[in-house]
């Protein structure tokens, strides 16, 4: 694991003045390179050939002669043939030379093995670099483990098919499309088998993967992502700060709830199950009375990463909940980095993060104001890893 003093050896050949914010071109980076240049910074984009177009046509930077953004928010793009190419020596020396801070997204661990990132991504990140592993489902001190260690609900695990004995999802990956999820529910081991069967038959899921996919107990109620800000540096004010909370559409689920139930009965076999693709993202707030049970979760997941993966929680996470008819949290999902749905805040911010703020804040200027503020109190040091 690359640790403190590998970044602060890169961080004293930087210049403050000339600090440049970039992240992999994918998931939520529009809200990333929006908010850095809100807050005065130029931006670089990772694309991928084939990918690029976004980035480095539709959403580039154009600048007066003043260096003031007139329009867009990419000023400037590495084209790799692959993610993981960023890896290359000459890829990390560019970005070292243009004194770059790198936002960790989604994409980022998706596209490059996690041990990678640990090893060997030698430029500044800016979160928490050793609490990205914990997102990889089952895999040790995932975040399950720290949701256990911090006494946060979560849904109950079932250890085995024939354990079911009311409504479970299943959670696997997609056989194909990889990145994405081959989740399903049942409500009893023979409508396990059957659905298990035929999404085996239709190529959605593998009868590999079958064995290793958590079952768990299937909570009954709206879903709220709530998109919380962690500062080491705040001196002032309450560390922890609610800047937005979002929820999902998935492919092809949202098709499905949207027909009639006589319709859906007559769907063809290819048809029937529904897929968890997440393909957007929408804006939510919670009643008010619900706001400090909210703000209790992310309290307790700050202390157990603070106990168990020292330093803790650096900058953005989400919490990925679902609410039941007692209006009890249960987080399902933990997103310890900038979240995928952030981008339905980015210019016009949240009201939850203006509010705090008194100005349009969304998570990717709130990171940039981050690191705004740990230049000027030369702290920048406390929130890279």
């Given at each position: ?84 190419h960023i890896l290359e ?66 849904p109950q695990k079932i ?29 009893s081991y023979e409508e ?194």
């Amino acid at each position: 694991m690359l640790g403190p003093s590998d970044m602060s050896s890169i961080l004293e050949k930087y210049d403050p003045k000339r600090v440049k914010i970039a992240t992999v071109a994918s998931h939520s980076a529009l809200d990333v390179f929006d908010g850095a240049v809100e807050e005065g910074f130029r931006t670089l984009a990772v694309c991928q050939k084939g990918r690029e177009a976004t980035y480095a046509r539709y959403f580039r930077s154009q600048r007066d002669k003043k260096g003031k953004a007139l329009r867009g928010s990419v000023d400037e793009i590495m084209l790799l043939d692959r993610f993981a190419h960023i890896l290359e020596p000459k890829n990390l020396e560019r970005l070292r030379k243009d004194n770059v801070l790198f936002v960790p997204n989604r994409a980022l661990t998706s596209y490059l093995p996690v041990q990678d990132v640990e090893d060997r991504l030698r430029i500044p990140l800016l979160g928490s670099r050793n609490l990205l592993a914990s997102e990889e489902r089952g895999e040790g001190r995932d975040y399950y483990w720290i949701l256990e260690k911090a006494g946060l609900p979560f849904p109950q695990k079932i250890e085995e098919p024939k354990q079911i004995d009311s409504l479970v999802i299943v959670k696997l990956h997609h056989a194909v499309k990889k990145l994405e999820r081959g989740f399903f529910t049942a409500a009893s081991y023979e409508e396990y088998r059957k659905k298990s069967d035929q999404l085996i038959s239709q190529g959605v899921i593998t009868r590999e993967d079958l064995p290793n996919a958590r079952i768990e107990r299937y909570i009954i109620g709206p879903v709220f992502n709530l998109d919380f800000f962690y500062s080491p540096i705040e001196e002032k004010m309450e560390k922890i700060e609610l800047l937005g909370i979002d929820w999902r559409f998935e492919s092809s689920l949202d098709g499905h709830v949207r027909l009639p139930a006589a319709q859906q009965v007559t769907l063809m076999e290819k048809q029937f199950w529904p897929e968890y693709t997440v393909c957007g993202h929408n804006a939510a707030t919670l009643r008010e009375s619900l706001l400090e049970k909210a703000f209790a979760l992310a309290e307790k997941y700050v202390k157990a990463t603070q106990e168990h993966y020292a330093p803790g929680i650096i900058g953005p996470f989400c919490l990925q909940t679902c609410v039941d008819k007692d209006l009890n949290f249960w987080i399902y999902d933990v997103a310890p980095r900038t979240g995928g749905g952030t981008n339905i805040h980015m210019w016009v911010g949240h009201p939850y993060g203006n509010a705090t703020w008194r100005r349009p804040m969304s998570t990717g200027r709130r990171w940039a104001l981050e690191v705004k503020r740990a230049i000027k109190m030369r702290k920048l040091d406390m929130i890279v890893t």
